[in-house]
């Protein structure tokens, strides 16, 4: 390889009438051209002061001038950093393993190795400038040697002693010394093949050639294309004078120098778009001879621009009109970019400022960049534009707020001429198409008294609503009218009397009219007296008022008869028959209106006696007729004996923990003047005794359930909680569960002023902490405590109408 490539050098040295390069190869080893082995250690031994490597060539005669380089083939490189050798020339004779003599020496002095590296034919080359003229004659001696001193080794470097090699005729020997300078003096032991060829090259007569390789010639038509997204190429350049001079026998060696232009640093340059022009100079160092040559291209801009269309841009409809002129608004940042151009030429399709009418469907504008080529590149992209219409409709003659009479005799009145006293007032306007129209009352509506809100609706085709609101105030003028009875004259021989009236009263709005009498219906108006009773109508504005007079007279009374009770719960056989049946909570609540009876009053009951507390014993042991001791002049109820304990009792009597049934007082006769007390809640639950007055001497079911339902109705509590448990002549007898305030409403009853549906009735007795019906066993004890207590009632009573028969 290596001859061939020399030759082809050689031929193009004659052609370029240069003088050729001397070069003298050896047999090198197999690991390629050239041969590392005198440059390495051979031996473990180091040199105190000197390294030294001795070459000898069996070579015809040659001359080397100044500046000619000596260089040596190598296998690679070996050095650390470039290595400085003192070399030596001179011409010896004799064999290769026995040199005879020496002629005279040529120092070149202390050389560094320059230029290193690999050759484009695969050589690492070690290459020595020379400092001086040498010419080997062979008629002094047939080997041309080389002595090397290494200067400043290290032990990385090559080292030891050595044999002489030989190659053939050639040899080397390594050294740390030798007794003389004259090489001769060295012997040789072993013969090797490892000697390096080597090259004498001559520069000075070196003219270089330049010549641009296909790899960096650039195109003018079409031209090279920008970077992406700039304006400019970047293309690679040139900095190794060897890629210009291909032809270059020197193979690197002779020392050049590289010029460009325009000077631009690097293997790679940007060149702007347009024409461009880059020259290299190639100088050969030693002669200063040079040679140019470049490269004429374009760089072109092919990128389109870049566009940016805005999002859906909406518009709404100027005031009153169904367009709207739609003017693009400035971009965010740009609409268009471009590598080069700046600023990029846009245009609207549409145009801006089209004016466009208000629509459900988007109007699609296309948005078109160009750049400033002389051809210009354009890019394009599309974007919605929405024109709506968003103003609302409007009643331009909205009526005010419209305030009437109702007509005479009406609770109502048509106010339809004066809404429609413009005839536009109910009439929309839209800035473009209505959808619909409607009112929420017709116009002819009858509007009853009252304020109501009149409203129109108008919808436009965006479903946008516009209203129409005033208020219709219909006011009510008319007095109502009320007719009252003429006075009224009864005669009782009660204190008081229940007396119930009608009044007749009309008002053009009867669902407003109230009707109130002072006092009412159904009150008890006191005997003997005449009592004025003022009744007004009264709608929601006005009233109107009549009067009239009830009087009662009073009547010497009778005695009545005996009564049969209708119900009695016990078994007492002064009080059949037996309740047998639970009277349902679920009373009727239709108004009784009883009418007073003219039978005798009944006597006080001795039960409830504002006298001193009686005092009660019981016995032990439980029987149905307990014992009884009386202090005074009251009379008390019998308590039946407890089995766990003798209980005391205060005011009214006490039920034992054993449960028992209710009775009410048994005595079948009224009393004129009931004896009544103040009462004082004690538990929840209370038996209460109340005389009626009926509408004949024995109170219907109707007439006690009234009561009751008036009577939970002043507790607040449910229906449901009051048990009717017996009715006897004009006295009734109920349970009420689950209640605190029942003494309150008894007191209220008996010295206050009650309401009016309980006003009339007279408590008789009660009895706290007794038992619910619930409770079978503590109401059977009851019964027996109101059986006893109803007894001696009788007695009492009887003793004293009998009395008063006498008298």
Same mark, same amino acid.
């Not at 047999?27 to 390495?40: R, V």
């Not at 204190?495 to 009498?517: H, K, M, R, W, Y």
């Given at each position: 390889?290596?001859?061939?490539?020399?030759?082809?050098?050689?031929?193009?040295?004659?052609?370029?009438?240069?003088?050729?390069?001397?070069?003298?190869?050896?047999?090198?080893?197999?690991?390629?051209?050239?041969?590392?082995?005198?440059?390495?250690?051979?031996?473990?031994?180091?040199?105190?002061?000197?390294?030294?490597?001795?070459?000898?060539?069996?070579?015809?005669?040659?001359?080397?001038?100044?500046?000619?380089?000596?260089?040596?083939?190598?296998?690679?490189?070996?050095?650390?950093?470039?290595?400085?050798?003192?070399?030596?020339?001179?011409?010896?004779?004799?064999?290769?393993?026995?040199?005879?003599?020496?002629?005279?020496?040529?120092?070149?002095?202390?050389?560094?190795?320059?230029?290193?590296?690999?050759?484009?034919?695969? /050589?690492?080359?070690?290459?020595?400038?020379?400092?001086?003229?040498?010419?080997?004659?062979?008629?002094?001696?047939?080997?041309?040697?080389?002595?090397?001193?290494?200067?400043?080794?290290?032990? #990385?470097?090559?080292?030891?002693?050595?044999?002489?090699?030989?190659?053939?005729?050639?040899?080397?020997?390594?050294?740390?010394?030798?007794?003389?300078?004259?090489?001769?003096?060295?012997?040789?032991?072993?013969?090797?093949?490892?000697?390096?060829?080597?090259?004498?090259?001559?520069?000075?007569?070196?003219?270089?050639?330049?010549?641009?390789?296909?790899?960096?010639?650039?195109?003018?038509?079409?031209?090279? #294309?920008?970077?992406?997204?700039?304006?400019?190429?970047?293309?690679?350049?040139?900095?190794?004078?060897?890629?210009?001079?291909?032809?270059?026998?020197?193979?690197?060696?002779?020392?050049?120098?590289?010029?460009?232009?325009?000077?631009?640093?690097?293997?790679?340059?940007?060149?702007?778009?347009?024409?461009?022009?880059?020259?290299?100079?190639?100088?050969?160092?030693?002669?200063?001879?040079?040679?140019?040559?470049?490269?004429?291209?374009?760089?072109?801009?092919?990128?389109?621009?870049?566009?940016?269309?805005?999002?859906?841009?909406?518009?709404?409809?100027?005031?009153?009109?169904?367009?709207?002129?739609?003017?693009?608004?400035?971009?965010?940042?740009?609409?268009?970019?471009?590598?080069?151009?700046?600023?990029?030429?846009?245009?609207?399709?549409?145009?801006?400022?089209?004016?466009?009418?208000?629509?459900?469907?988007?109007?699609?504008?296309?948005?078109?960049?160009?750049?400033?080529?002389?051809?210009?590149?354009?890019?394009?992209?599309?974007?919605?534009?929405?024109?709506?219409?968003?103003?609302?409709?409007?009643?331009?003659?909205?009526?005010?707020?419209?305030?009437?009479?109702?007509?005479?005799?009406?609770?109502?009145?048509?106010?339809?001429?004066?809404?429609?006293?413009?005839?536009?007032?109910?009439?929309?306007?839209?800035?473009?198409?209505?959808?619909?129209?409607?009112?929420?009352?017709?116009?002819?509506?009858?509007?009853?008294?009252?304020?109501?809100?009149?409203?129109?609706?108008?919808?436009?085709?965006?479903?946008?609503?516009?209203?129409?609101?005033?208020?219709?105030?219909?006011?009510?003028?008319?007095?109502?009218?009320?007719?009252?009875?003429?006075?009224?004259?009864?005669?009782?021989?009660?204190? #008081?009397?229940?007396?119930?009236?009608?009044?007749?009263?009309?008002?053009?709005?009867?669902?407003?009219?109230?009707?109130?009498?002072?006092?009412?219906?159904?009150?008890?108006?006191?005997?003997?007296?005449?009592?004025?009773?003022?009744?007004?109508?009264?709608?929601?504005?006005?009233?109107?008022?009549? #009067?009239?007079?009830?009087?009662?007279?009073?009547?010497?009374?009778?005695?009545?008869?005996?009564?049969?009770?209708?119900?009695?719960?016990?078994?007492?056989?002064?009080?059949?028959?037996?309740?047998?049946?639970?009277?349902?909570?679920?009373?009727?609540?239709?108004?009784?209106?009883?009418?007073?009876?003219?039978?005798?009053?009944?006597?006080?009951?001795?039960?409830?006696?504002?006298?001193?507390?009686?005092?009660?014993?019981?016995?032990?042991?439980?029987?149905?007729?307990?014992?009884?001791?009386?202090?005074?002049?009251?009379?008390?109820?019998?308590?039946?004996?407890? /089995?766990?304990?003798?209980?005391?009792?205060?005011?009214?009597?006490?039920?034992?923990?054993?449960?028992?049934?209710?009775?009410?007082?048994?005595?079948?006769?009224?009393?004129?003047?009931?004896?009544?007390?103040?009462?004082?809640?004690?538990?929840?639950?209370?038996?209460?005794?109340?005389?009626?007055?009926?509408?004949?001497?024995?109170?219907?079911?109707?007439?006690?359930?009234?009561?009751?339902?008036?009577?939970?109705?002043?507790?607040?509590?449910?229906?449901?909680?009051?048990?009717?448990?017996?009715?006897?002549?004009?006295?009734?007898?109920?349970?009420?569960? /689950?209640?605190?305030?029942?003494?309150?409403?008894?007191?209220?009853?008996?010295?206050?002023?009650?309401?009016?549906?309980?006003?009339?009735?007279?408590?008789?007795?009660?009895?706290?902490?007794?038992?619910?019906?619930?409770?079978?066993?503590?109401?059977?004890?009851?019964?027996?405590?109101?059986?006893?207590?109803?007894?001696?009632?009788?007695?009492?009573?009887?003793?004293?109408?009998?009395?008063?028969?006498?008298?």
């Amino acid at each position: 390889v290596v001859l061939r490539a020399l030759s082809l050098l050689l031929v193009l040295q004659l052609v370029l009438g240069q003088t050729p390069a001397t070069v003298h190869t050896a047999t090198t080893n197999d690991a390629g051209p050239g041969d590392n082995t005198p440059f390495t250690a051979i031996a473990a031994s180091t040199c105190a002061t000197t390294q030294r490597v001795v070459f000898g060539y069996d070579i015809t005669d040659f001359s080397s001038q100044t500046d000619d380089f000596l260089v040596f083939d190598l296998e690679g490189d070996l050095f650390n950093t470039p290595p400085s050798f003192t070399i030596t020339f001179v011409t010896c004779a004799g064999a290769a393993n026995a040199l005879t003599s020496c002629g005279t020496q040529e120092p070149m002095g202390l050389i560094t190795a320059d230029p290193i590296g690999t050759t484009d034919l695969g /050589d690492f080359q070690f290459a020595f400038r020379l400092t001086s003229d040498f010419t080997h004659d062979t008629a002094d001696g047939n080997f041309f040697v080389v002595i090397m001193e290494f200067d400043s080794p290290d032990s #990385s470097d090559f080292v030891g002693t050595g044999a002489i090699s030989s190659n053939g005729n050639d040899f080397y020997f390594k050294d740390c010394g030798i007794a003389t300078d004259d090489p001769s003096t060295a012997t040789a032991t072993a013969t090797t093949t490892n000697v390096p060829g080597f090259q004498l090259i001559s520069c000075s007569n070196y003219v270089p050639e330049c010549i641009i390789p296909n790899s960096h010639l650039y195109s003018t038509s079409p031209g090279e #294309s920008t970077d992406a997204g700039e304006c400019f190429a970047t293309l690679g350049v040139i900095e190794d004078p060897d890629l210009l001079d291909p032809s270059n026998g020197r193979l690197g060696v002779c020392p050049v120098t590289l010029t460009r232009d325009p000077v631009l640093p690097g293997t790679s340059a940007q060149f702007p778009v347009g024409a461009n022009t880059h020259a290299y100079t190639v100088t050969n160092d030693i002669n200063s001879q040079s040679e140019t040559c470049s490269n004429d291209f374009a760089v072109v801009d092919d990128e389109p621009p870049q566009v940016f269309c805005p999002n859906t841009l909406r518009f709404s409809t100027d005031p009153d009109v169904c367009d709207a002129e739609v003017t693009i608004p400035p971009p965010p940042p740009v609409y268009a970019t471009d590598n080069c151009a700046d600023p990029v030429t846009i245009v609207f399709d549409p145009v801006d400022g089209t004016r466009q009418m208000a629509s459900n469907d988007p109007y699609i504008y296309t948005l078109t960049a160009s750049d400033d080529n002389v051809t210009p590149l354009t890019a394009s992209c599309t974007f919605e534009v929405r024109v709506i219409d968003e103003q609302n409709p409007t009643f331009p003659d909205c009526p005010s707020d419209i305030t009437a009479p109702a007509q005479t005799g009406r609770c109502s009145a048509n106010v339809e001429s004066m809404i429609l006293a413009n005839p536009d007032s109910l009439t929309p306007f839209d800035n473009c198409q209505l959808r619909s129209n409607s009112t929420n009352f017709p116009t002819d509506f009858n509007f009853g008294v009252g304020t109501h809100q009149f409203e129109a609706i108008a919808t436009d085709m965006t479903d946008i609503d516009g209203f129409c609101r005033f208020t219709i105030t219909i006011e009510d003028t008319q007095l109502p009218t009320i007719v009252c009875p003429n006075d009224i004259t009864v005669d009782s021989a009660r204190s #008081s009397e229940i007396v119930s009236f009608n009044v007749q009263a009309e008002d053009n709005c009867p669902g407003d009219l109230l009707t109130t009498c002072n006092p009412p219906s159904n009150s008890r108006f006191q005997t003997g007296q005449a009592t004025t009773v003022t009744c007004t109508a009264m709608d929601q504005v006005q009233q109107n008022s009549c #009067s009239f007079e009830v009087r009662v007279n009073p009547t010497v009374p009778g005695i009545s008869p005996l009564q049969t009770p209708i119900e009695l719960p016990s078994k007492s056989p002064t009080n059949s028959p037996t309740r047998t049946d639970l009277i349902s909570p679920q009373v009727s609540k239709d108004q009784v209106s009883p009418s007073e009876s003219q039978t005798a009053s009944r006597t006080g009951n001795p039960s409830i006696s504002p006298s001193a507390p009686p005092s009660l014993s019981a016995s032990s042991s439980r029987s149905s007729t307990p014992s009884i001791s009386r202090s005074s002049s009251t009379s008390v109820l019998p308590i039946p004996e407890s /089995d766990s304990r003798t209980p005391t009792r205060t005011n009214s009597p006490q039920p034992s923990d054993t449960r028992s049934a209710l009775a009410p007082t048994a005595s079948p006769s009224r009393t004129p003047q009931p004896i009544v007390q103040v009462f004082e809640q004690q538990g929840t639950i209370t038996l209460v005794e109340v005389i009626l007055q009926c509408g004949t001497s024995t109170c219907s079911r109707a007439e006690a359930e009234f009561y009751i339902v008036a009577f939970a109705e002043a507790l607040n509590v449910d229906i449901s909680d009051i048990h009717l448990e017996a009715i006897f002549g004009d006295e009734i007898t109920f349970i009420v569960c /689950d209640s605190d305030d029942v003494a309150d409403l008894l007191n209220e009853i008996n010295f206050g002023v009650p309401p009016p549906e309980l006003a009339g009735s007279v408590v008789e007795n009660a009895i706290f902490n007794v038992a619910c019906p619930a409770d079978p066993v503590q109401i059977q004890n009851q019964r027996e405590i109101s059986s006893s207590s109803a007894s001696l009632t009788g007695v009492c009573a009887f003793g004293i109408l009998f009395i008063a028969a006498l008298l």
